[in-house]
């Protein structure tokens, strides 16, 4: 797979389907950018882990930090790797040992291994690289169009509303709005 | 697995990007949220949103939703990655230098600009400490020369006001581009349909929405998009707003925490917020109103202004036209590369009688208006060096192509016999 570039029913199926993601690399420091993907997700409804060796057994929003990935007692669905590079390799490598193999491993913003994306496409695991799922999320959503930023969205269906809370979008099943889906 | 999606059209975009049915109501049409303030769901949700953590509506100086409309529009046809609508051309330009500049700094400019905006460089600037070096588009070396270890960018027009000179936006995007600094393009007289400054190398663009891309003269603003192609972080501390912990916003550092839309950001949530040149959300709705017929009205403009250009070139009492559309002008080589589809509305004339003769005509004419603006339906003429180019020297003008016998049109969208026999009597009456 190329990646270069996601369909939006690409980024959506996966965002969509994921409910646990575990975050490697998410920092306790409230200004990092991955403790601002943690809590936005978070307030999505996502079931989020936090994975950070330095701050094991200690909280991060109210949710228990585990040390490594194979010390979270339950399946993992999406791996969102917040470290260099050079780090994804090996936590691929943890993610495809694990008893409940997950279904997608996400690297942020920046980071990008395409040895690590084809060990886990071979494992027949879903791979996104360079991309920031809070970004991703507000983008499908609509909700980041309020920024002023290109969502490379057009559709003439309304978004949707998620539910609870002012100024809260939802990202909406895939027919809606998607080329590509 | 990755399809190749689908990109839309130019026309599609102009309609419909940026544009939902309102979630709400379903309204089709973008409401006019005419509001100051947005309520927040609980002070946990307000400090998200004062934050930066969560995307939302605060307050219409940061942001309103008719505007963030208008800011996706711009920016998709420009192939940018976000932008911010402003009070004006004006503001769009100071917010853009303000997150850049520190007194003392530096930027090299065009010497072939918009009469305001060489005022705002040589004089208003001065007060801030941002220094302007004055460099020829028709000498890029001129701009190599202008570089020194101040600089923060580069400006140009892609078709430069008076008219007729068209920038090679390529070649000094290089020269931006191995200093390290990034290349800032005012695309208002060509927009988006005729010109994408981005596709050659521009990292930020910036528009007087007043003009063509509103269309219709009746609202000011102005737009920064920015193309997100510029590596803040890569200068070593040479743009700190974007680099460095922002103390107003808890120490985020913006282009780690915004990726390629940093800039738009930095300029909404540190040059906006504090300055305070807000676009009202009823401006955005008339110029969005006019964006969506933007090409059909660029191409008729084009074509209007290609007619009137050969008329006036045929006229006794015409000494010179510059308009890149006419062969063997100066800059159709560079027109054919830049706007292919069409030169644009907005060119100068000389007449042989000079100064009076300038001030007759602009006085004569019945159809076309007499006043300072561009980009109108409606046919406009001015004569520059009385009014918008009047506070420069006579070296000034003459440089920016405002010299005493110079007119300038704007060609609007009438049926242009009627453009041209108002233009035959105008010259020709005593």
Redesign the interface.
Known sequence: ??HE????A?IRGILNAVKTIAMVGISQK????SY?AF??LL?RGYRMIPVNPGQAGKNILGQKVYARLSDVPEPIDMVDIFRASEHALPIVQEALALKSKPKVIWMQ?SVRNDEAAELAESAGLKVVMNR?PK?EY?RLS???????????T????????LGT???R?RLGPASDND??G | MAEAERIPGFATLAIHAGAKPDPTTGARATPIYQTTSFVFDDVDHAAALFGLQAFGNIYTRIGNPTNAVLEERVAALEGGTAGLAVASGHAAQVIVMHAMMTPGDEFVASKKLYGGSINQFNHSYKNFGWNVVWADPDDLTSFERGITAKTKCIFIESIANPGGVITDIEAISKIARKAGVPLIVDNTLATPYLCKPIDFGADIVVHSLTKFIGGHGNSIGGLIVDGGTFDWGASKGRYPMLSEPRPEYQGIVLHETFGNFAFAIACRVLGLRDLGPALSPFNAFLILTGTETLPLRMQRHCDNTLAVAQWLSKQPEVAWVSYPGLPGDKYHALAKKYVPKGCGAVFTFGLKGGYDAGVKLVSNVKLLSHLANIGDTRSLIIHPASTTHRQLSDAQKVQAGAGPDVVRLSVGLEDKEDIIADLEQGLKAK
Request: proline share 5%; aromatic share 12%.
């Open positions: 797979m190329r570039a996601y369909s939006d690409y409230e200004n990092r950018p601002f809590k936005y307030e913003l920031c970004i507000g609509s909700e980041i169009s309020w920024m002023g930023v290109n969502s490379r057009l559709s003439s269906k309304r978004p949707h509303t809370g002012v100024q979008m080329n590509g």
